[in-house]
C-alpha cells in the first residue's frame, strides 16, 4: 500500500526549527530544557490555536513522558537504594574483594579491573558502580602496577562506554530509545550487540595497548597506593547480603533467559528483587529501627533517580511529539500526527536518502547531543531521527536507534568528553582533560 503523499505545514516548520535550536544549544553544553519548553509551548500554540493551549501541552507532554520513563525511574532509583545498603554493611566489599586478589600485575588489573567495573554497572548503574569499585578495587590496582590514568580509562570504558551504552541488565538506555522509536526494547537491545562488541572491543584493546606503553610514574600513584581502606564492621549481615544479593540478581538472570521476560516485565523483576533485598537487609542490619532507615535508602535512591532523570523527561516530553502515538496524548487530538514521522514520509517522497547517509546522520545526532555531558539527553532524540529515517527508507529502524544510542552514551555518558569523565576522574585523582 502506497502511503498517502505529506504535505509539511507551517507547525512542521516550527517544530523542526525547535529540533534544529536544542541540537544546537546540546553542542554548546548547554541544558536544552527551556528550548525544550519553548518549543513545546509555541507548537501546542498553533496547533490548538490558544495561548492556554500552549501551556497544558508542557505539562501534558510531561505527564505523558513521565509515564513511559516511570518504571526505569523507579527500577533504577532501588538499585541505587541497595548499593547504599550493601556499602553500610560492607557487603560490597566482600563481593569485590576476592576480584580484587586476582590482580597480581598492571596487565591483568587493566581486565580484572575494567570487566568488575561492566558487571557492577550493569547491575548497579554506572555512578554507584565507580563509588564502588574505586574505594575498593582501585588501590589494590595501583599496588598490582597500574597508573591512575590507566585505571581511570579502564573504569571508565568498561562502566561509562560499554555498560552504560549497553544496559542489558536495568535497560534503561534501550528503554527511553525505544519508546521514541516505536520499538520493543528488546528490539534495540539485539541490535546494539554487534555495535557494541565491535566499539568495546577496539577501544579496550586500544586502550590497554596504550596504557602499556605508557610507563612513566606520576605522582598521584605513591599517594594513591598509600590509601588503606578504612576498617569495616564486617558481621553475619555482610556475609549474607555478600551472598544473597549476587545470588539474587543472578536468579533473574536465569528467570530472564528461561521465561523470555523482556522489556516492562525484565524491570520489574530486577525492581522487586531489588526492594525486598532492601527491606529485609536494613531489617537485619539495623533491627527495629530498620523501619525508619528504610526510608532513608529509599529516598536517597530516588532523589539519584529524580536527579538523572529530571532533564531527560522534558527533552523526551518534546521529541515525543515527533511520534503519532504519544503526540495524540500531548496535543490531546486524535488529529494529530507525528511530526518526525511526517517528515521521515516527506523525505522519502522528495529527497533520495541511502542507508550510509542515515546511518552517519543518526551517528552524528547522538555525538553533538551527547557532548551536553548527559548520555541520556540524547536518546530521545536518536530514537526519533531513527523512527523518522525508517519511514524514509527500508532500513532497520532497532539497528539505527543502536547506533544513535551508542554515540550519545560513549560520548555524554562519560567516556570522550571531559566534562562527563569527571566521577571517575575524581574518584582517581586525575585530570578530566
Not at 586500544?206 to 606520576?218: E, G, H, P
Not at 529530571?310 to 494529530?336: D, Q, Y
Not at 552524528?364 to 539527553?377: E, N, W
Amino acid at each position: 500500500m502506497t502511503p498517502a503523499t505529506v504535505t509539511l505545514t507551517s507547525l512542521h516548520y516550527v517544530f523542526l526549527l525547535w529540533v534544529l535550536l536544542i541540537i544546537i544549544v546540546m553542542g554548546l553544553r548547554k541544558d536544552p530544557i527551556i528550548p525544550c519548553i519553548l518549543g513545546l509551548f509555541s507548537v501546542g500554540w498553533l496547533f490548538k490555536g490558544s495561548i492556554i493551549g500552549g501551556v497544558t501541552t508542557i505539562f501534558n507532554a510531561l505527564i505523558v513522558a513521565g509515564n513511559e520513563f516511570w518504571g526505569i525511574i523507579v527500577v533504577i532509583s532501588l538499585i541505587v537504594a541497595l548499593s547504599k545498603l550493601l556499602t553500610d554493611t560492607g557487603a560490597d566489599y566482600l563481593v569485590m574483594s576476592p576480584l580484587a586478589r586476582l590482580m597480581v600485575n598492571a596487565d591483568v588489573a587493566f581486565w580484572v579491573l575494567g570487566i568488575a567495573m561492566l558487571v557492577a554497572s550493569w547491575f548497579f548503574w554506572p555512578s554507584p558502580a565507580t563509588a564502588l569499585i574505586g574505594a575498593i578495587m582501585f588501590p589494590v590496582a595501583l599496588r598490582a602496577g597500574m597508573s591512575p590514568m590507566g585505571a581511570a580509562v579502564a573504569m571508565n570504558i568498561f562502566g561509562h562506554g560499554i555498560a552504560l551504552s549497553t544496559d542489558y541488565v536495568i535497560q534503561g538506555a534501550p528503554t527511553i530509545t525505544a519508546k521514541a522509536a516505536g520499538l520493543a526494547p528488546a528490539q534495540v537491545m539485539a541490535a546494539s550487540v554487534p555495535l557494541a562488541a565491535v566499539m568495546g572491543l577496539v577501544t579496550a584493546i586500544t586502550a590497554f595497548v596504550l596504557i602499556r606503553r605508557d610507563k612513566t610514574a606520576s605522582p598521584a600513584a605513591t599517594l594513591a597506593a598509600s590509601i588503606q581502606q578504612p576498617a569495616r564492621q564486617l558481621n553475619w549481615v555482610s556475609y549474607f547480603l555478600a551472598v544473597v544479593t549476587p545470588l539474587a540478581f543472578a536468579a533473574d538472570i536465569i528467570a530472564m533467559l528461561t521465561l523470555k521476560l523482556r522489556g516492562g516485565d525484565a524491570t520489574a523483576l530486577l525492581g522487586g528483587t531489588a526492594v525486598i533485598l532492601l527491606a529485609v537487609g536494613a531489617v537485619l542490619k539495623y533491627g527495629a529501627e530498620g523501619l525508619e532507615k528504610v526510608t532513608d535508602y529509599v529516598r536517597d535512591g530516588f532523589m539519584f533517580g529524580i536527579k538523572i532523570f529530571a532533564p531527560v523527561i522534558i527533552i523526551g516530553g518534546f521529541f515525543f511529539l515527533g511520534k503519532g502515538e504519544l503526540a495524540k496524548g500531548i496535543l490531546e487530538s486524535k488529529a494529530a500526527t507525528g511530526f518526525l514521522e511526517d517528515v521521515g514520509l516527506w523525505l522519502s517522497q522528495t529527497v533520495p536518502l541511502n542507508k550510509f547517509f542515515v546511518a552517519v546522520v543518526t551517528l552524528a545526532a547522538g555525538i553533538v547531543v551527547g557532548m551536553d555531558g548527559s548520555g541520556f539527553s540524547p536518546l530521545p532524540l536518536v530514537g526519533s531521527v531513527a523512527a523518522t529515517f525508517g519511514q524514509a527508507i527500508p532500513v532497520d529502524v532497532a539497528i539505527l536507534a543502536a547506533l544513535g544510542q551508542m554515540g550519545g552514551v560513549w560520548t555524554g555518558g562519560g567516556t570522550i568528553i571531559p566534562w562527563g569523565v569527571i566521577p571517575v576522574a575524581a574518584i582517581t585523582g586525575v585530570n578530566p582533560i
